[in-house]
């Protein structure tokens, strides 16, 4: 399996942009399907969740202005971001948790190479 991102680049403070994440197979079965981010200097961090069954959960720095969804059809899991500012700068990754068996879940923890997003002016 291989994580693909896509969507990042440079926009200006207040601008709007839409991060998507293919896998090379289904992601119906698979539990959590998250996005992290690194800024410069910094250490990853937890951006926004989506579990199998559709339900998100984010980060409070970007409640409100971020949107996590998946489309297990096309094997997609996106990130729309809104009223972006330079402080969301950083390089955006996609992450695969495990896949859900009849017995537990079996550990995934699949990475995609991050797609860069540049907030500035």
């Known amino acids: 399996a291989q994580l693909v991102e896509s969507g990042g680049g440079l926009v200006q403070p207040g601008g709007s942009l839409r991060l998507s994440c293919v896998n090379s197979?289904?992601?119906?079965?698979?539990?959590?399907m998250a996005w992290y981010r690194q800024a410069p200097g910094k250490q990853r961090e937890l951006v926004a969740t989506?579990?199998?069954?559709?339900?998100?959960n984010y980060v409070d720095s970007v409640k409100g202005r971020f949107t996590i969804s998946r489309d297990n059809n096309k094997k997609t899991v996106y990130l729309q971001m809104s009223s972006l500012t330079p402080e969301d700068t950083a390089v955006y990754y996609c992450?695969?948790?495990?896949?859900?068996?009849?017995?537990?879940?079996?550990?995934?923890?699949?990475w995609g190479q991050g797609t860069l997003v540049t907030v500035s002016s």
């Open positions: 992450h695969a948790d495990c896949v859900l068996i009849i017995e537990g879940c079996n550990p995934l923890n699949l």
């Open positions: 197979r289904s992601i119906a079965s698979i539990r959590t």
């Open positions: 989506v579990t199998y069954d559709g339900s998100p």
